[in-house]
């Protein structure tokens, strides 16, 4: 759903394709089910089920940011250099994008970020 009341256009969509994620060559994720997040002019953001994500390779961080437009976001770490706070999740979104609450998205820097097309 768009929000567009303040000049920040927001939408949520799913993606029809795939998402994969590997850190040094390490499983992450793999998600059929992700959905793509569009904001203003920052390049699409994929958030993907916590069901499609191997949660025993992250690690609670105590590290938050708030976000005016989607609200506080929670972090995890992956292992190895580089990997602090690479995964964030909104765990109680703003009405306006509520379709990411139980996703989590990764830093495309940090991790190795294999978006496939449908078909």
Known sequence: MPRRD???PISVTPFAGRVRVHRDGVHIADSGHALALEE???PTVFYLPRGDVAMD???PSDH???CPHKGEARYFSLDGEGGDNAVWSYETPYPAVAA???HLAFYPDKVELEV???G
Do not use: E, F, Q
Request: aromatic share 6%.
């Open 57 to 59: 390779r992250l690690t």
């Open 6 to 8: 303040d000049g920040h």
């Open 116 to 118: 496939l097309p449908p």
């Open 100 to 102: 990411i609450k139980g």
């Open 64 to 66: 938050r940011t708030h």
């Open 40 to 42: 203003a002019d920052y």
